[in-house]
C-alpha cells in the first residue's frame, strides 16, 4: 500500500511539474534574436543553414512570435500559442518535461504526433533559454522507429 502511495504521489509531483504558465515565458517578452535555422535537407541529407530574425512578445493570452528568413522572405511566419488544459499543454504540444533554473533560465520538453516527409511520427521540441541565447530543437522519431533525430534547429542570440 505504502509504495502504491509513493508511486502515486511522485507521479503527480512529476507531471506537476510540467505544467507551463504565460509567466514561465516573461523573459522573451519583448525581445528581438538574431540567428540561424538549421536543418535537414531530406532530398540529399546534408544540413542547410539559414539566417533568421525572430521577435517574442509575450500577452495576456498568447506568445505571439514573428521569424523572417533574410534570404526567403516569402518563408516568413507569425503565430500565436496559447497555453491549453491547465499549462499541461503548449498550444498542441503535450509538455513533457520542465526546468526552470533559479536565473530564470529554462528547459521545456513538449511532443506531439504528427507527420515529417509524409510519414507519421512523434514529433520532439525542446525549447531552452538562458539569458542571451534561445534554441528550439525539432526531433522526430517515425512510427516503428527506435531512434529519434534532430530535424531542424533554431539558435538565436538576443539583439
Known amino acids: 500500500m505504502f509504495t502504491t ?11 506537476a511539474q510540467s505544467n507551463i504558465s ?7 517578452d519583448n525581445t528581438s534574436w538574431e ?7 531530406y532530398q540529399d541529407g546534408k544540413l542547410i543553414s539559414i539566417p533568421t530574425k525572430m521577435q517574442i512578445k509575450v500577452t495576456d493570452v498568447a506568445i505571439e ?7 526567403e522572405p516569402d518563408k516568413n511566419i507569425s503565430s500565436k500559442t496559447k497555453i491549453k488544459k491547465n499549462g499541461r499543454y503548449l498550444g498542441k504540444q503535450e509538455v513533457i518535461e520542465k526546468i526552470m533554473n ?58
Open 5 to 15: 502511495l509513493a508511486f502515486l504521489f511522485v507521479s503527480f509531483n512529476m507531471n
Open 22 to 28: 504565460l509567466s514561465d515565458f516573461k523573459n522573451l
Open 35 to 41: 540567428g540561424n535555422l538549421t536543418y535537414k535537407n
Open 65 to 71: 512570435q514573428t521569424l523572417q528568413y533574410t534570404y
Open 102 to 159: 533559479p536565473d530564470s533560465s529554462f528547459k521545456i520538453v513538449t511532443k506531439y504526433e504528427g507527420k515529417d516527409d509524409n510519414k507519421k511520427a512523434t514529433l520532439y521540441i525542446t525549447y531552452e533559454l538562458n539569458s542571451n541565447s534561445y534554441s528550439v530543437t525539432k526531433e522526430v522519431q517515425f512510427n516503428n522507429a527506435n531512434e529519434r533525430f534532430v530535424r531542424h534547429q533554431y539558435k538565436f542570440i538576443k539583439k
